[in-house]
């Protein structure tokens, strides 16, 4: 768990450090998108960088726009917090992703959210260096059992849950149940 907090917390911070140019703060697109276009291609994570409104408009480096304002991490950065989603479907990829979010703040408030949108491999891409021994391996869960990281990409892609499943996770289920 310290791992990947710590992993999550090395972008949030990287994000921040983009959130505070002025560039950003000036909450001007034409202004902002080139900047986030630099930074796009310099940190090479992300599918596509955006800044969110406080109407909850998203503008992408992608060209591609959406509404988030209902989306928790987006409520949450509003309010003033970074943070990362949990593994979702994105309204705009349709896919998989994590969602990277930090405030935009400008003389004290909250003026919008700078997003980070990242495929949700990369949870996948983390847990592969976790296992221990020959033949180790790590999963990462959904507080509801949903399953965001396994050596079985199939189970990450189809959602798999390990509280409901019927099949190869039921087991597994009943036993973390019973814990």
Same mark, same amino acid.
């Given at each position: ?5 710590s992993?999550?917390?090395v ?16 909450? =001007? ?40 304002? =209902? ?27 994590l ?19 990242? =495929? ?7 847990t ?36 409901? =499943? ?14």
């Open positions: 768990v310290h791992y990947l907090e992993r999550f917390e972008q949030l911070t990287a994000l921040q450090a983009i959130a505070a140019r002025p560039e950003i703060k000036s909450m =001007d697109w034409s202004v902002q998108e080139p900047v986030l276009q630099a930074e796009f291609r310099r940190l090479g994570l992300y599918l596509a960088l955006g800044v969110v409104d406080p109407s909850g408009l998203a503008r992408y480096t992608d060209g591609s726009t959406a509404s988030l304002g =209902d989306r928790n991490y987006v409520i949450q950065a509003l309010q003033g917090r970074s943070v990362v989603s949990d593994l979702l479907v994105s309204r705009v990829t349709n896919g998989l992703v969602m990277y979010a930090v405030p935009i703040e400008d003389q004290g408030r909250v003026v919008g959210v700078l997003v980070g949108r990242r =495929d949700g491999s990369a949870l996948v891409d983390i592969d260096r976790l296992g221990h021994g020959e033949n180790g391996w790590a999963v990462i869960l959904g507080s509801d059992g949903t399953v965001y990281a396994h050596p079985d990409r199939e189970y990450v892609l189809e959602q798999r849950n390990l509280f409901t =499943d019927q099949g190869e996770l039921s087991e597994a289920g009943r036993a973390v149940k019973h814990l």
